[in-house]
């Protein structure tokens, strides 16, 4: 059960995105200032403690995420303000990591993990990139795949080895460093990722190189947490739509709606995104946990919304007609932004593997 609080705030980022994303083209582009009030309202603050000056706790990041899903937003409001923020956090009291930390909040400065190389299939353990010291600090040479706002970040968080003793660390990248180079992607949903490429490119800094694997796990279940979140917050978003298109669209002298075959596919639809909402709340709660819940919890909940999406965006595609797969429909941009979801960070499959090797079970 929601506080009052809590309410008043899932309010206001209604009006949010009333305000910033108004309209029904589902297409926007990144915008520097809106990502600024947006971080006035506590947004980009959700993964840092209050004490430090962060905002709330993990039901608050499931409503910001699920409010905020419906406006399809090209900000980094998880990129930077989640998972960049939770590595920052656990990187703490790394005096590097402490100084980025409010330009993160404010919105000032955007930050982005790079730790997806090819074949790893998020693993984020399996790198092979390499970090190499000098009389200066370390230089770094590897490739990273589909950065999530690759251009658009003023930092890159990168994981690499040490090329000497083989361990795991974690370095800050200035965006204008000598050596970055980024080669701009777009994502079926429209949002800017990129492939990076490191050559002889210099760290501004060392984050963290004790523990790195676990501070890589936690930060990225903590954003998969938030990605269920707002899956759901789109499934919400279609099923609305949906209902208000079979309550208007007539065929045979009457709505369509009232055809007890549709009917039942909505109440379908309705019961799957129930579920992934139960277990949003508690991938949200579990990032509090203990690792092995946070796991456990984040991997079911991920597959969840992965089967539900899948079912909640087909049928809503299908039953608008052929009008659901076009530009000018809403329905269209929410589908293909849960269709990158689902592949974002881990895919079901990844998920169902981590599952298997935790519980010691067979596939």
Request: proline share 3%; glycine share 10%.
């Amino acid at each position: 059960m929601l506080t009052d609080e809590q309410v008043q705030f899932a309010q206001i980022l209604d009006r949010v995105v009333e305000q910033e994303y108004g309209g029904r083209s589902g297409v926007h582009r990144f915008d520097r200032l809106r990502l600024g009030r947006i971080a006035e309202l506590g947004c980009l603050s959700l993964a840092v403690p209050e004490h430090m000056g962060g905002y709330g706790g993990p039901v608050e990041r499931m409503l910001v995420m699920q409010h905020l899903a419906p406006g399809l937003p090209a900000e980094p409001i998880l990129a930077s303000g989640i998972h960049a923020a939770a590595l920052l956090v656990a990187a703490l009291p790394n005096p590097a990591a402490a100084e980025l930390l409010p330009g993160l909040m404010d919105g000032s400065v955007i930050a982005t993990v790079a730790d997806q190389e090819e074949g790893a299939r998020y693993r984020t353990g399996q790198v092979a990139t390499l970090a190499r010291p000098d009389a200066d600090g370390w230089l770094l040479d590897g490739e990273k795949h589909l950065v999530a706002f690759a251009e658009e970040a003023d930092v890159l968080i990168v994981s690499a080895r040490d090329a000497q003793g083989g361990e795991l660390g974690l370095y800050c990248i200035d965006a204008q460093a000598p050596g970055l180079h980024v080669t701009a992607r777009s994502g079926v949903d429209g949002l800017p990722r990129g492939d990076v490429r490191l050559v002889g490119c210099r760290a501004s800094a060392l984050i963290a190189d004790r523990a790195v694997d676990a501070m890589l796990s936690a930060a990225t279940d903590q954003a998969e947490a938030a990605q269920v979140a707002e899956m759901v917050g789109l499934m919400d978003a279609l099923i609305r739509e949906t209902t208000g298109y079979l309550q208007t669209r007539r065929q045979f002298g009457t709505e369509i709606g009232r055809f007890q075959a549709l009917q039942h596919r909505l109440a379908d639809m309705w019961m799957w995104c129930e579920e992934a909402r139960s277990l949003a709340l508690a991938a949200a709660l579990s990032c509090e946990a203990s690792a092995e819940e946070r796991t456990k919890t984040v991997s079911m909940a991920k597959m969840q919304a992965c089967d539900a999406a899948k079912l909640v965006a087909a049928e809503a595609v299908q039953m608008h007609g052929g009008i659901g797969v076009t530009e000018e429909l809403i329905v269209s941009h929410w589908f293909k932004r849960l269709l990158a979801l689902r592949a974002s960070l881990g895919d079901r499959r990844f998920h169902l593997d981590r599952l298997v090797d935790l519980c010691g079970v067979a596939a």
